[in-house]
């Protein structure tokens, strides 16, 4: 018994922010962020509400299932777009969903977070879960802090994950909490997100590296037999270290934070997303998830797509 992956979705907004236009305001240099971190623009605007609601919506149309068939609608999400009531009940209405909803925090690893409970959700009683990642980072950003404004940015990504008695897509789970690294990466109420980014960088590439082995171990696979990785997209040199590690080359890791920059609990749907449509995903084959963020959080999942 499991989950199976119907359909994805994704929805960025329209306005894309290039780095040459950060530079006119900030100390700072489109060679310096694509060398550092690997983005050359990113798409700013909307709210996480209307941005998952939009990708939720397309990855119905894309699973071919209607709205009234859903039980359960998850959001990922650093920003909501109120503290109360939760964003995922906004999504919901857009829909026209009365089904529970509810939002999971845990930063950039929240899509890894909120599939791990969408399983448990449907190993229990449910048939069918919309999981969105949806986020509004640069509502939360200091726009004159260039630590920050070059690597934020706005999206939202969504699957339709069925129940299926005779077997599931995904093979193992591996997640993980650090507390004790929170002052790491915070945003405080009304304030705006502030990183010890080289810290999280060292961290981030022990985390994904650890439980990415763990996952594949569990799974009972090696790096030989992934044929495709999609990663949380936070710094290209992130997922080069990573891959590195692990004994996977670049080619089959999905890269999209060149044009989307990092988007917290989205990036990884809109990922796998870019990467289907790109025709990278092929039934019987194995992919590994992975994303660590704030918290300090980590998740990796091996699934083979059916
Ligand atoms: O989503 C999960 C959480 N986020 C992350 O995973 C991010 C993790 N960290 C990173 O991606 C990287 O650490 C950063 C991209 C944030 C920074 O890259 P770095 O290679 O660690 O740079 P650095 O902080 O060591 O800074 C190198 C230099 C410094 O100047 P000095 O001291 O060498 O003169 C910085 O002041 O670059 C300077 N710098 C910048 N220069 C131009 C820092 N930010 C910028 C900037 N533009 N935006």
Not at 31 to 51: D, V, Y
Not at 133 to 139: D, I, M, Q
Not at 241 to 251: C, K, N, V, Y
Request: charged content about 20%; aromatic content about 6%.
């Amino acid at each position: 018994m499991g989950v199976r992956f119907r359909g994805w979705g994704m929805a960025v907004p329209d306005r894309v922010v290039t780095n040459d236009e950060l530079s006119q305001t900030l100390d700072t240099s489109d060679e310096w962020i694509r060398e550092r971190t690997g983005i050359r623009e990113r798409r700013i605007g909307g709210s996480s509400g209307s941005l998952g609601a939009l990708a939720g919506q397309r990855a119905m149309a894309d699973a071919g299932v209607s709205a009234d068939s859903i039980d359960f609608v998850l959001l990922a999400t650093t920003t909501p777009d109120r503290i109360a009531p939760a964003t995922s009940t906004a999504i919901a209405a857009e829909l026209g969903l009365t089904c529970p909803a509810m939002d999971v925090n845990a930063a950039c690893s929240g899509f890894m977070f909120a599939l791990r409970t969408a399983q448990g959700l449907l190993e229990t009683g449910n048939k069918r879960i919309l999981l969105v990642g949806a986020e509004n980072l640069s509502r939360w950003v200091d726009w004159n802090d260039r630590n920050m404004a070059v690597l934020l940015a706005d999206g939202a990504g969504a699957v339709v994950l069925d129940y299926d008695e005779n077997g599931g897509d995904i093979l193992s789970f591996v997640l993980g909490t650090d507390g004790t690294a929170a002052e790491l990466l915070t945003c405080e109420h009304g304030g705006y997100f502030q990183m010890d980014g080289k810290e999280v960088f060292r961290r981030a590439v022990r985390v994904v590296v650890d439980s990415a082995q763990e996952a594949m171990e569990r799974a009972g696979i090696t790096s030989e037999d992934i044929s495709l990785v999609v990663p949380h997209q936070a710094n290209i040199r992130i997922i080069q270290a990573a891959a590195q590690r692990l004994g996977i080359d670049m080619e089959r890791c999905v890269v999209v934070l060149d044009r989307y920059g990092n988007t917290s609990s989205s990036s990884i749907p809109l990922a796998f997303f870019d990467a289907r449509e790109n025709g990278r995903v092929h039934s019987g084959e194995y992919a590994l998830l992975t994303g660590f963020g704030a918290g300090m959080t980590w998740a990796s999942a091996v699934v083979r797509w059916s």
